[in-house]
């Protein structure tokens, strides 16, 4: 095992277990290793198992067979190293823009007027000045995509576990957010598992690209995607575009198994 690993996930199986109906065996002996500081992305078909894996690290669901290691320590339960956006958002319905954001920071225990600002400087990064008081029901699913965001990253977490983060934003506000997101884990180095269906955003943030197997998922293969800068420019140019070509290749095989799987 590679000793250099900040995150380690080891042979793990996961099996959901629903109260009606038959067992889902959605991760099959998965193992990836995570590096301190890593921008991994990871692609693969729907209910490939990527959301599982991630509430796996996050300690969400329990471990039943395999392990997780983050820094060397068993993962057991949810902890503030790690923080999560949800594939669906998960606001609280009753506390507003600025109370979602607010949540995380008063269980760090940060003093108020610290607490309003930060909170405040967050809301602005996602563009969401002036709905500070609107509550999630009186927001489109992109805003609230973009609080979930903000209530994340103000609490500046040592990893960011990322499920289709932008999936609900437009082109031109997706670009924007991956700009910013890529300024903050710039400024204060992170681990980020950022999950995606968009080729060129994996290939475009991230260092690896890890692609999953139709389920049960496994990492079928994991693709260098360093380039020299993260200018936009780099978008058109011949070596991103083969990338990118060659992880569509990757991911549509997978898509297909998964559609035959079901018999669709
Ligand atoms: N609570 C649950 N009960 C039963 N089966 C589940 C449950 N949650 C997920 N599954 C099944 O587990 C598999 C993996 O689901 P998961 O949500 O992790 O996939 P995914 O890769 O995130 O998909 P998508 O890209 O559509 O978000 C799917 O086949 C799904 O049907
Ligand atoms: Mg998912």
Redesign the pocket.
Known sequence: MDGQAQIVVERVNHT?R?PRGRP?L?LSDISLDIRPREFLALL?P???????LLYLVGGFLPIEAGRILVEGKPVAAPGPDRGIVF?HFALFPWKTVRGNVLYGLERQGLPRPEREKRAQAFIDMVGLHGFEDSYPSQLSGGMRQRTAIARTLAIDPSILLMDEPFGALDAQTRSLMQTELLKIWQRSPKTVIFVT?DVQEAVYLAERVAVMSA?PGRVKAIVETKFPNRDPSILRSKEFVEKVDQLWNMVRDEAIKAQEATGS
């Open positions: 959901y629903p889902v959605a693969g729907s209910g490939c198992g990527k959301s599982t594939q269906h389920r």
